[in-house]
């Protein structure tokens, strides 16, 4: 049976924790996939999503590609306030969102020239303004993708 709290990879890279979850989750748990993640939900998804993709791709102007073929074979989307366990990046989106993830230790530094975003790359987390592009630009992504490759997270196998 799905977790009610979670969609995507069973062993993601990164997993971005929001508080809110979508429509259609449990259809979309059993074959994850953007797209009907898009059209099943308001713009406001498309955004994360987008988001998501572009943070998590590789390859950092094939993100549409990416985001239409392995995002959610590689990443996922958790709505509980607790980090799993493993070997990924935890990103945390929103200060309310932190908010619940009490006693969540770590020693996240903001990160220059990105506007509200803290990393701790001991702990892999990534703290950030709720993703929205008003909050985090196309500079800002750069920013947090220059921080995540110099922490070794695109050149690492993917399963």
């Known amino acids: 049976?799905?977790?009610?709290?979670?969609?995507?990879?069973?062993?993601?890279?990164?997993?971005?924790?929001?508080?809110?979850?979508?429509?259609?989750?449990?259809?979309?748990?059993?074959?994850?996939?953007?797209?009907?993640?898009?059209a099943?939900?308001?713009?406001?998804?498309?955004?994360?999503?987008?988001?998501?993709?572009?943070?998590?791709?590789?390859m950092t102007q094939e993100w549409r590609h990416y985001r239409d073929t392995s995002l959610f074979q590689e990443n996922a989307l958790s709505f509980a306030p607790a980090l799993a366990n493993g070997e990924c990046w935890h990103w945390i989106g929103g200060k309310d969102n932190l908010l619940r993830f009490t006693g969540l230790q770590h020693r996240a530094r903001l990160l220059g020239g990105a506007p509200g975003v803290s990393v701790d790359a001991e702990r892999r987390l990534l703290l950030t303004p709720y993703p929205d592009y008003r909050q985090l630009s196309n500079a800002v992504v750069a920013q947090l993708r220059l921080s995540l490759e110099e922490q070794g997270f695109y050149g690492r196998a993917r399963s």
């Open 1 to 38: 049976m799905p977790d009610a709290d979670y969609l995507g990879a069973a062993r993601p890279s990164l997993i971005l924790y929001l508080p809110h979850r979508p429509n259609g989750l449990e259809r979309l748990q059993q074959y994850p996939d953007a797209a009907e993640l898009i």
């Open 40 to 58: 099943a939900n308001s713009n406001h998804w498309r955004k994360i999503v987008n988001l998501l993709a572009k943070v998590a791709c590789p």
